[in-house]
Each structure stands twice: as C-alpha cells, then as structure tokens.
C-alpha cells in the first residue's frame, strides 16, 4: 500500500452529537493542530441542516444512507439521501486517485470510552487499532462485521472508521470526552505521518477486540411499547462480561428479566438513546484476539 494521502475528518453525521462538530470548529479555527507535511487533513460537516436545528436528522439517518443500492436510487430523495449521493461522489471519486482516511466522529449517551468502530480488516486499519489500543487506555476497537454493502459513511473508504465517544448527553459539549477525543485525533494523525515517513513504529502484533453479533430490544407489549428500562446492574457496564441468566431489564412493575443467552457476552451501546426509535436496547459482542 502507498502512502496516505488525505484525511477527512467527517463530523455533524448526526446533528446532536456535539463533540466531533465542536472539535471540528477548533481545527478549523486552528488549521495547524491537524497539519502534517506528508498528508492533507480537512473537516467535513455532514449533516449541517441537523446541527442547525439541533436534531440527529432532518428526514433520515444519514449514517444509514450510504448503502449502494440506495445511492443509486433516484426514488430515494429525502434531504439525507440527496446529502449521502453528493457526500458520496465528492468522496469516492477523490479516493479514486489517492489513498483516503476517513474519519467519521460520533457521540453517545452509552459509555463506550473512545470506540473505534472498523467496518473491515485492511491490514493498514488493524495495526492503527492496535497502535491505539496499546498507548491509549480509554479506547476499545469494536468490528461490526460488514455486509458486502455498508450504508456508513465511513464505508467511502476502505481505510474509513468510526469513532464513537461517551457517554454524553445529545446536544451537550463535554470537556474531558472532548480533550480526549483531541487527543486520540492526534494520535491516528501521528500514526499516519510516521507511517507515510516509514519511521519505525512499535508493531503490536495482537489485537483485542468485540465482535458485533446482534441486538436485543426492550420489553414491549403486543402494540409495541416498552415495559422496561435497563437493569440498574447493567446501565454503564458497556463492554463488561454479560453471564446468562444475570439480569438485564428491569420491568414497570419492578420484575427483574434476566439475558437468555447460552454464552458470555459483551454488550455495548447500552440505553443508547438513538437507538430506541431502531427498536435496539444494546448490542452484544463477543471478546476476540487476533494476530495481526
């Protein structure tokens, strides 16, 4: 693989999700935290309607708009459809001539740390997680296992990841999640000058990370409604082992309901409040290690 030759920092994919937006004003305030002699670096503000109006989307959401099919759709014309095509051949046709970092901030009100989402396993992406991993106590790696057809955004690049941070409200700044966030932008920046001036870098040869492998939704009635909240022992214990039979909701009336899995897992974006319109309570993974 050559060099790296542009990083695009996308923040404001979701309009709440104040972090990356705020952080995003800095560099662009202070261009010269993010330059590097051997790459370009630039802020993409995805969604600026949404941020305008201080909502996750306008019509839909843009981070489940990139899928193929759906970019190829002239059917699909909602405001974030329009904005994923015009996001997307901007960006693809870029990476047609160049290798292309894209970097896609996201916040959560689950307590995910500093979470590097990678949709692939593009030997460049493994050894940046594990260069993270191994310097930075805060961050976790998590692979969603991809479909041959991601509707991200990060998904533009095969050198494209997600960084969720948290846990922090929607539509509120943080300051300790936003300094460690700058830092952790520093850090893959470095990485990625280092690497373009193949400098010797320490190489981790293991990765530790979790596997997606489902959802599970609240307790509802037939009609659809909740009759459950997330057990008190399970709020904030994102990435901790989940026993069968320990609890995991806790119902109206006050009934504990327990995990019915038949193997240990690790749950994430616990009560993630985005996710109650997608039906979604957390989502479980399994704790793997890989040789890079």
């Given at each position: 693989m050559g060099n790296i030759n542009s990083v695009v920092i996308a923040t404001g994919t979701h309009g709440n999700e104040f972090t990356g937006i705020y952080l995003g004003k800095k560099f662009e305030q202070f261009p010269q935290l993010i330059q590097h002699p051997s790459f370009d670096t630039r802020?993409?503000?995805?969604?600026?309607?949404a941020f305008a109006a201080a909502r996750r989307y306008i019509d839909k959401d843009l981070n489940r708009c990139f899928a193929a099919a759906d970019l190829q759709n002239p059917q699909l014309a909602s405001y974030e459809d329009i904005l994923a095509k015009n996001i997307?051949?901007?960006?693809?046709?870029?990476?047609?001539?160049?290798?292309?970092?894209?970097?896609?901030?996201?916040?959560?009100?689950?307590?995910?740390?500093?979470?590097?989402?990678?949709g692939s396993q593009h030997p460049f992406i493994l050894q940046l997680a594990?260069?993270?991993?191994?310097?930075?106590?805060?961050?976790?790696?998590?692979?969603?296992?991809?479909?041959?057809?991601?509707?991200?955004?990060?998904?533009?690049?095969e050198l494209g990841f997600a960084i969720e941070v948290g846990p922090v409200a929607q539509g509120v700044l943080n300051a300790e999640l936003f300094q460690k966030t700058e830092a952790l932008i520093y850090q893959v920046l470095d990485y990625i000058e280092s690497y373009n001036q193949g400098l010797s870098q320490q190489q981790n040869?293991?990765?530790t990370y979790y596997q997606y492998t489902g959802v599970i939704d609240y307790p509802r009635t037939e009609a659809g409604e909740i009759i459950g909240m997330i057990h008190p022992q399970l709020q904030f214990q994102d990435y901790q082992q989940l026993n069968p039979g320990e609890p995991i909701f806790l119902?109206?009336?006050?009934?504990?309901?327990?995990?019915?899995?038949?193997?240990?897992?690790?749950?994430?974006?616990?009560?993630?409040?985005?996710y109650y319109e997608k039906g979604i309570a957390m989502c479980l993974t399994e704790k793997k290690t890989i040789q890079i």
């Open positions: 802020i993409l503000l995805s969604n600026p309607k997307y051949y901007l960006l693809a046709e870029e990476s047609k001539n160049q290798q292309q970092v894209i970097i896609d901030l996201h916040s959560s009100t689950a307590n995910m740390q500093l979470t590097i989402i990678l594990a260069h993270l991993s191994a310097i930075n106590p805060d961050v976790r790696i998590c692979y969603s296992q991809p479909t041959r057809d991601s509707n991200f955004l990060c998904s533009i690049s040869t293991t990765l119902t109206l009336e006050g009934s504990a309901i327990s995990y019915q899995g038949t193997s240990t897992v690790y749950p994430i974006f616990i009560n993630e409040a985005a």
